[in-house]
C-alpha cells in the first residue's frame, strides 16, 4: 500500500475563497482522523471517522470547517469562506483499530496559505 | 486542562545523554500510548507505543507508563543529533468509539 495519501501538498489561496483539501487511508483502516498543526497549538484533532461514520467533529472550529467520508477510501476537509488564521498544516491520519494496539498512519500533510 | 500535556521545550541535550521526556494525560479511559517523531516540515512518525504498565524497551528508546499517575515518558540513550526533532505523545482513549489524541510536542535539540 502507498500509504495515506493527501492532496495537495501545498495550497495558497485568498481570503474567502473555497479550499478542499483530499484524503485517502491506507485499505482496510477504519477510523480517519483530520488533524491541523500550527507552532500556536500544536497538533489539533479537528474531526474523525469511524467506518466512514463521523463520530466527533467538536474540534472542528467554525461551521466554516465541514468533512465528509462518501466511502472508505476518500475523505474531504472543505473550509468555506477560508481565513488567514485558516493558515496551517493539516494532517490526515488512518488506523486499523481492528488488528488490536497499532499506529496510526499519516500522510504527508497539506500546507494551507490563506493570503 | 488539555487532554495531553507536555513541556514544549526545548529540551537541550549533549550528544551521548540521556533524554527524557515527558507527557501526563488526563482521562483515565486512555488505552494506549504512543510515541511520535516529527522532523520540522514532516509528518509524524511512530517510535514506540505502550499499553502495559511498565517499562517497553526499543533500542536506545525506552518507553515507561504509569497508569496510576496517568504518565508517560520517552527516555533516548546515548542520544545523537540525528534525533533532534520534535516529540509527540499520542493518546488513544474509548469514549463510544477510539479518539487519538496529542500533546503539542516537546522539542529536543541533541548538541554534537
Known amino acids: 500500500d502507498a500509504g495515506v495519501i493527501q492532496s495537495p501538498r501545498h495550497e495558497v489561496t485568498e481570503m474567502g475563497q473555497e479550499v478542499t483539501l483530499r484524503c485517502k487511508p491506507i485499505?482496510?483502516?477504519?477510523?480517519l482522523f483530520w488533524y491541523r498543526q500550527t507552532m500556536m497549538r500544536g497538533l489539533e484533532l479537528l474531526i474523525y471517522?469511524?467506518?466512514?461514520?463521523?463520530?466527533?467533529d467538536s474540534g472542528m472550529p467554525e461551521d466554516r470547517f465541514s468533512a465528509k467520508m462518501p466511502n472508505a477510501s476518500f475523505s474531504t476537509l472543505k473550509i468555506q469562506p477560508s481565513e488567514p488564521r485558516d493558515s496551517a498544516v493539516y494532517f490526515c491520519?488512518?488506523?486499523?483499530?481492528?488488528?488490536?494496539?497499532?499506529?496510526?498512519?499519516f500522510g504527508q500533510g497539506t500546507r494551507l496559505t490563506v493570503v | 486542562q488539555k487532554e495531553v500535556e507536555q513541556n514544549s521545550g526545548p529540551l537541550s541535550v549533549p550528544e551521548g545523554a540521556i533524554a527524557s521526556l515527558n507527557c501526563t494525560y488526563s482521562?483515565?479511559?486512555?488505552?494506549?500510548f504512543f510515541w511520535y517523531r516529527q522532523y520540522s516540515g514532516k509528518s509524524p512518525e511512530l517510535i514506540m507505543f505502550?499499553?502495559?504498565?511498565g517499562d517497553k524497551e526499543d533500542g536506545r528508546f525506552t518507553a515507561q507508563l504509569n497508569k496510576a499517575s496517568q504518565y508517560v515518558s520517552l527516555l533516548i540513550r546515548d542520544s545523537q543529533p540525528s534525533d533532534s526533532a520534535t516529540y509527540l505523545c499520542?493518546?488513544?482513549?474509548?469514549?463510544?468509539?477510539?479518539?487519538?489524541?496529542f500533546g503539542s510536542g516537546t522539542r529536543l535539540l541533541v548538541r554534537p
Open positions: 471517522f469511524n467506518n466512514n461514520v463521523p463520530i466527533d
Open positions: 505502550i499499553y502495559s504498565n
Open positions: 485499505s482496510g483502516h477504519d477510523y
Open positions: 482521562d483515565r479511559g486512555s488505552q494506549s
Open positions: 491520519a488512518s488506523l486499523d483499530r481492528g488488528r488490536g494496539v497499532t499506529e496510526a498512519f
Open positions: 499520542a493518546v488513544l482513549v474509548w469514549d463510544s468509539s477510539y479518539k487519538l489524541i
